[in-house]
């Protein structure tokens, strides 16, 4: 079973704080991808990586900067959190191809005070 | 950048009846997805298409990939409680293999 784990369920941070959202995959997918969910706009891609030291910008990408050292992880990192990051966050993976499919993690509910 | 759009936003229904939601997008897609997302879960994925005008069946559930490639929908036959949730369709664009598009989500009520 491939497994996406999300380091944190919730999280609640102040403005300002730097804030590490860190995902891992047990599968050894080459891709791997961070959304946010807000209600009413779905998910939206922010940056997506095609393997190690690589990384894409999506569509939302503002804020916003990533790191994969490895290629089991895939860090989201907010240098300096706003109150308008609030947010569902949900990491994916997958291993390579577009019929493979995309798995995601259980999300981390950030609120940003 | 690239949209789609799904329809409805909410449903709200009888335990039994038939479901029915659809996807539109004004360009070309590759592949459709339709994935469902449980309350404080992530988006688990329930059919893929790969070609057009291919119709699949995972149960209950049947979605087409329309024959223009710019469309989709998901039917669901006799609801069941455990349907409720947020039902997102999905695709790849034209010559986009690596990101995936989604739709801003169906959010199925089922009445007692």
């Known amino acids: 079973d491939v497994k996406v784990t999300q380091s944190s369920r919730y999280l609640v941070k102040r403005t300002g704080e730097k804030v590490f959202l860190e995902c891992v995959q047990d599968?050894?997918?080459?891709?791997m991808f961070w959304y946010r969910q807000d209600p009413g706009l779905g998910l939206r891609l922010i940056y997506f990586?095609?393997?190690?030291?690589?990384?894409e910008k999506g569509d939302i990408p503002e804020g916003y900067s990533v790191s994969r050292e490895k290629k089991e992880r895939f860090s989201l990192i907010l240098e300096s959190a706003s109150t308008n990051q609030t947010s569902m966050y949900l990491c994916a993976s997958r291993k390579g191809d577009r019929t493979d499919t995309q798995y995601f993690g259980p999300g981390t509910r950030l609120t940003v005070l | 950048g690239q949209q789609l759009n799904q329809s409805p936003q909410s449903m709200f229904i009888q335990e039994g009846e038939d479901v029915s939601m659809n996807c539109t997008s004004s360009?070309?897609?590759?592949?459709w997805l339709w994935y469902k997302q449980d309350p404080g879960e992530g988006p688990v994925l329930l059919i893929a298409l790969y070609k057009a005008g291919e119709l699949t069946s995972n149960g209950r559930l049947t979605a087409q990939f329309g024959i223009t490639r710019k469309d989709s929908f998901l039917n669901i036959s006799a609801s069941i409680p455990s349907d409720v949730g947020i039902y997102f369709c999905?695709?790849?664009?034209?010559?986009?293999?690596?990101?995936?598009?989604f739709g801003k989500g169906t959010r199925l009520h089922i009445l007692p």
């Open positions: 990586s095609y393997d190690v030291k690589m990384k």
């Open positions: 360009s070309i897609f590759n592949t």
């Open positions: 999905a695709g790849h664009p034209l010559n986009r293999d690596d990101k995936i598009i």
């Open positions: 599968m050894d997918h080459e891709n």
